[in-house]
């Protein structure tokens, strides 16, 4: 399987000597018997020759595992827990990651003066796109230090939901993709 990176020109990502690089990888079952090979690709520099303007990226993840959406229920939205920017920095990635209930996801974004604005919205969030649908603003989005990142994840638990396996069913937080949701977005950033 191939799975796209989370860079751009001129940034990478460090992996300090003696570290482990740990893959966590989702399946959904097709009925059928298959084969999957991971492979990763590493490039480096020689020690010292650190090209000029090389930014390093950092990333990490807005979630909540605390969640319980009623069976039947349409529009029913989720908010992440905040997290706190420390300094300045600008995203290059934005990846959000949805089961089979969801429907809109969106990031918002409260500066230190308590403004809010919305960083990103995906309005008609389909599962089928998360091999690949990283979203790479260009500029990079600035946001700086004191701000908070936050995201609320919409689903559709009812049975108008074509995708739904089971909308008499409570759902809560978890990996499996027909019984579980998840709401979280990847956040890649370089601090400025």
């Known amino acids: 399987m191939l799975f796209r990176s989370f860079l751009r020109d001129q940034t990478a990502i460090f992996i ?49 595992t605390e969640m319980e959406i009623p069976p039947g229920t349409r529009d029913f939205v989720v908010p992440t827990k905040s997290v706190r920017i420390q300094k300045n920095m600008r995203i290059v990635t934005l990846l959000a990651h949805l089961h089979m209930r969801g429907t809109a996801a969106r990031l918002i974004m409260t500066d230190p003066q308590g403004r809010e604005r919305i960083v990103t919205s995906i309005p008609n969030f389909d599962f089928n796109w998360q091999s690949g649908a990283k979203l790479e603003p260009d500029p990079p989005i ?38 579980a949701e998840m709401c979280k977005f990847m956040i890649a950033y370089y601090e400025e």
């Open 142 to 179: 600035f946001v700086p230090a004191g701000s908070r990142l936050r995201a609320e994840c919409t689903y559709d638990n009812s049975a108008q939901n074509p995708r739904n396996p089971d909308p008499e069913k409570f759902i809560k937080h978890g990996q499996t993709l027909d019984r």
């Open 16 to 64: 300090p000597k003696g570290y482990y690089v740990v893959l966590e990888v989702h399946y959904l079952g097709n009925g059928k018997e298959d084969e999957e090979q991971t492979k990763i690709q590493f490039y480096g520099y020689p020690e010292g020759k650190k090209p000029a303007g090389l930014k390093r990226i950092r990333y990490f993840w807005t979630i909540t």
